[in-house]
């Protein structure tokens, strides 16, 4: 008899609080990734299991793996062993729809799985969860639908193959094979648990407390008949932040005792707002942020504002003891969004020696952001409403492996 997952608690001490709705640091410092490593039960993601990637996908890592942006899975060795078996996997991630564009936290998981898709040449299904927006920004159903469509729009300029990606809103999918699994989920799920795993409270509506199974069940293929029929033993890859690490890990508790495999994990650190590392962007503070519909003048403004410097006071004191970089923002930034390896450690050796301004790291930062949004929105621009419609058809994909 498989060993039960160990579902643990929502984080939620003194010092920190890490939930899906919820991201507040430590007195408001840094997050403690190694303290949320224990608490969840994950496992880090180390040095083989990177190199393994690279040698199973005849490329390069991206390098989301080589920085520790994604830090942490569940099971991905197992992947990896099943890929090297010839066996089949599938991607799935997700956006819940609250806003009307993107920022750059938001495009961080479909980067990075955009990376995965072309590395291991899987299949991916993205859910949007408008129906969870709805319940949990207060938002009317319409509305909730609409911005579904226009974060598709952000998702698909990002580059993923139609022969192989079903994105699916939970208002428009719902129904058959999938609500079948999420009544089977739900029916192992007690009351006291899910309190246990999300923190919900008697002021949380009925609709909080039953959304849950909603987010589990993309992790298993016969919620996708269209895609998977007949093979219901196929492998599930999530790649999400890991402050979504609690629905799945009550999926992993559920899965086995359902019948279906555990979906595996690679979970990513938070995007660090501008105004300094105190856990995750906010739409709702659109200076804590870099949107993708913004202009080089909105970029350039935001940058050299708002982002958060660890340069001294002062010149000379800048030029005695240089930056620090545990703090400093715009070169957090750089080592999310600048390719070049050689250029980001001379930038670290020469702007933490003080031989670097921070004047100096903002406008390379301008011009390497300035570049991405502005291919970014290049490639949005072309997206239609009928290839929205195309990506969102419910039909076989008989290409989606070769």
């Given at each position: 008899?498989?060993?039960?997952?160990?579902?643990?608690?929502?984080?939620?001490?003194?010092?920190?609080?890490?939930?899906?709705?919820?991201?507040?640091?430590?007195?408001?410092?840094?997050?403690?990734?190694?303290?949320?490593?224990?608490?969840?039960?994950?496992?880090?993601?180390?040095?083989?299991?990177?190199?393994?990637?690279?040698?199973?996908?005849?490329?390069?890592?991206?390098?989301?793996?080589?920085?520790?942006?994604?830090?942490?899975?569940?099971?991905?060795?197992?992947?990896?062993?099943?890929?090297?078996?010839?066996?089949?996997?599938?991607?799935?991630?997700?956006?819940?729809?609250?806003?009307?564009?993107?920022?750059?936290?938001?495009?961080?998981?479909?980067?990075?799985?955009?990376?995965?898709?072309?590395?291991?040449?899987?299949?991916?299904?993205?859910?949007?969860?408008?129906?969870?927006?709805?319940?949990?920004?207060?938002?009317?159903?319409?509305?909730?639908?609409?911005?579904?469509?226009?974060?598709?729009?952000?998702?698909?300029?990002?580059?993923?193959?139609?022969?192989?990606?079903?994105?699916?809103?939970?208002?428009?999918?719902?129904?058959?094979a999938f609500y079948k699994?999420?009544?089977?989920?739900?029916?192992?799920?007690?009351?006291?648990?899910?309190?246990?795993?999300?923190?919900?409270?008697?002021?949380?509506?009925?609709?909080?407390?039953?959304?849950?199974?909603?987010?589990?069940?993309?992790?298993?293929?016969?919620?996708?008949?269209?895609?998977?029929?007949?093979?219901?033993?196929?492998?599930?890859?999530?790649?999400?932040?890991?402050?979504?690490?609690?629905?799945?890990?009550?999926?992993?508790?559920?899965?086995?005792?359902?019948?279906?495999?555990?979906?595996?994990?690679?979970?990513?650190?938070?995007?660090?707002?501008?105004?300094?590392?105190?856990?995750?962007?906010?739409?709702?503070?659109?200076?804590?942020?870099?949107?993708?519909?913004?202009?080089?003048?909105?970029?350039?403004?935001?940058?050299?504002?708002?982002?958060?410097?660890?340069?001294?006071?002062?010149?000379?004191?800048?030029?005695?003891?240089?930056?620090?970089?545990?703090?400093?923002?715009?070169?957090?930034?750089?080592?999310?969004?600048?390719?070049?390896?050689?250029?980001?450690?001379?930038i670290r050796e020469e702007?933490?020696?003080?031989?670097?301004?921070?004047?100096?790291?903002?406008?390379?930062?301008?011009?390497?952001?300035?570049?991405?949004?502005?291919?970014?929105r290049r490639a949005r621009?072309?997206?239609?409403?009928?290839?929205?419609?195309?990506?969102?058809?419910?039909?076989?994909?008989?290409?989606?492996?070769?």
């Amino acid at each position: 008899m498989e060993k039960r997952e160990e579902v643990k608690e929502v984080v939620e001490e003194e010092e920190q609080v890490v939930n899906p709705w919820e991201v507040s640091p430590k007195d408001d410092g840094k997050i403690d990734y190694n303290k949320l490593i224990d608490k969840f039960g994950c496992q880090r993601l180390d040095d083989s299991l990177i190199q393994r990637v690279q040698r199973l996908t005849n490329r390069p890592a991206h390098v989301f793996l080589c920085r520790g942006v994604f830090f942490a899975h569940r099971d991905f060795n197992d992947i990896l062993d099943a890929y090297e078996k010839r066996q089949k996997f599938y991607l799935y991630t997700g956006r819940g729809p609250s806003s009307e564009a993107l920022h750059l936290g938001h495009l961080i998981p479909f980067m990075f799985t955009k990376y995965l898709q072309d590395a291991f040449k899987v299949p991916l299904v993205i859910q949007l969860t408008d129906d969870e927006k709805c319940m949990w920004k207060n938002l009317s159903v319409e509305e909730s639908q609409r911005l579904a469509r226009e974060n598709a729009k952000d998702i698909i300029a990002c580059g993923f193959d139609v022969s192989k990606t079903f994105i699916f809103s939970d208002f428009d999918y719902f129904g058959g094979a999938f609500y079948k699994n999420m009544v089977k989920v739900a029916k192992c799920v007690t009351y006291n648990k899910v309190v246990g795993i999300f923190g919900f409270t008697g002021e949380d509506h009925i609709g909080k407390v039953s959304f849950p199974p909603v987010q589990a069940v993309p992790s298993f293929p016969s919620s996708f008949p269209h895609m998977f029929s007949g093979n219901d033993n196929i492998l599930c890859l999530i790649p999400c932040a890991i402050d979504q690490d609690p629905y799945f890990r009550m999926t992993r508790d559920v899965a086995p005792r359902i019948g279906y495999h555990k979906p595996a994990l690679i979970e990513s650190s938070f995007f660090p707002a501008l105004q300094g590392e105190n856990g995750k962007m906010s739409a709702s503070d659109p200076n804590s942020a870099i949107y993708v519909t913004d202009s080089a003048k909105e970029i350039k403004n935001k940058i050299n504002r708002y982002a958060f410097s660890g340069g001294q006071d002062s010149i000379e004191l800048h030029r005695q003891y240089g930056a620090n970089l545990e703090v400093d923002i715009p070169f957090k930034y750089l080592g999310f969004f600048l390719d070049d390896d050689a250029e980001l450690q001379r930038i670290r050796e020469e702007y933490g020696s003080g031989r670097m301004l921070t004047g100096e790291v903002k406008k390379r930062l301008t011009e390497v952001l300035t570049d991405l949004v502005e291919r970014h929105r290049r490639a949005r621009s072309l997206v239609t409403d009928e290839m929205v419609d195309a990506f969102m058809a419910i039909r076989p994909l008989p290409n989606m492996f070769n």
